[in-house]
Nanobody
Framework: QVQLVESGGGLVQAGGSLRLSCAAS????????MGWFRQAPGKEREVVAV????????YYTDSVKGRFTISRGNAKNTVSLQMNSLKFEDTAVYYC????????????WGQGTQVTVSS
């Protein structure tokens, strides 16, 4: 069992920056792939960025490329999302998630943290 706790959400003006952090508990958490997802009101949840267990490989959805950076901590049981040049359309609840590398779907989810970008 893995538990995820997110922090760092808030209100920011367009063009500003926020950094989200997520800490995973559990003795095998450092071996999991981790990622950030978001869900805006009235929309389906979408992937934002994911990173493999070593931190060597990352994927970004097109709308955040060049603005967001995902990274893992040295102990590999934390993941952060640095969000720069925020846009109004980035407003959403952001969720941290993780999965075993061999799993097809993300298995464990955090409670979510609200990011609101004012235009």
């Amino acid at each position: 069992q893995v538990q995820l706790v997110e922090s760092g959400g808030g209100l920011v003006q367009a063009g500003g920056s926020l950094r989200l952090s997520c800490a995973a508990s559990g003795r095998t958490a450092s071996t999991y792939d981790m990622g950030w997802f978001r869900q805006a009101p009235g929309k389906e949840r979408e992937v934002v960025a994911v990173i493999n267990r070593s931190g060597a490989s990352a994927y970004y959805t097109d709308s955040v490329k060049g603005r967001f950076t995902i990274s893992r901590g040295n102990a590999k049981n934390t993941v952060s999302l640095q969000m720069n040049s925020l846009k109004f359309e980035d407003t959403a609840v952001y969720y941290c998630a993780c999965k075993r590398t061999e799993a097809f779907e993300y298995e464990y989810w955090g409670q979510g943290t609200q990011v609101t970008v004012s235009s």
